[in-house]
């Protein structure tokens, strides 16, 4: 089974079991909390691990996390050792987030930028992007000087790169592709 379909299957288990229980925000609130703490390279080594016994996995993740996760979401961690799959806790946490975030109605967004964009401009984006798909809109901005100049625009798995960077290669590939025999 590839990962994709793995981190798909628990977090869709996990999605349904928080909207039976009513505690999705809850669940949500947790999964950010998990994604954030497994970015540590401490925490990536322990879930990739093939020598530290799921009990002690377990055990370390419980108290890595504390009381600040619900039981809903100990469980999936819990299940996830039990059956192996502790590698992929990060990618479940984000497709879970995605499903979240459609179900109420969000799109993410992300605008990458050579410079910081003026809140203007986010709101400008964000309005155009919130009437044209019909959504709540999440933008989410990133500065990238190597993208020289322009914007590239991310709305879910749709991609609008219309960098200057982006302009140049495409100039160097005519370019190059158009050379003459002499």
Same mark, same amino acid.
């Given at each position: 089974?590839?990962?994709? !379909? ?14 039976? #229980? ?10 950010? #909390? ?52 502790? *590698? ?13 975030? !459609?179900? #109420? ?24 992007? *919130?009437?044209?798909? #019909? ?27 219309? *960098? ?5 290669? !495409? ?12």
């Amino acid at each position: 089974m590839n990962d994709s !379909k793995i981190s798909v299957r628990y977090s869709r288990a996990l999605f349904q079991s928080a909207l039976e #229980n009513k505690m999705l925000d809850r669940v949500y609130q947790d999964m950010l #909390n998990v994604a954030q703490i497994c970015t540590f390279p401490e925490v990536r080594e322990l879930l990739k691990s093939p020598i530290i016994r799921p009990s002690k996995k377990t055990s370390i993740l419980h108290e890595v996390f504390g009381k600040d996760l619900c039981s809903l979401t100990y469980s999936l961690i819990d299940l996830a050792v039990k059956n192996g799959r502790e *590698s992929f806790i990060p990618a479940i946490a984000r497709v879970f987030r995605s499903e979240t975030m !459609k179900h #109420n109605g969000i799109t993410e967004t992300v605008l990458t930028t050579a410079v910081k964009a003026d809140d203007k401009v986010k709101k400008q984006v964000s309005d155009l992007i *919130s009437s044209t798909f #019909n959504t709540k809109v999440e933008l989410k901005e990133i500065v990238d000087e190597d993208i020289i100049g322009g914007f590239i625009l991310r709305i879910d798995d749709k991609y609008i790169d219309a *960098s200057i960077r982006n302009k140049l290669r !495409k100039i160097e590939k005519e370019l190059k592709g158009n050379r003459l025999t002499a």
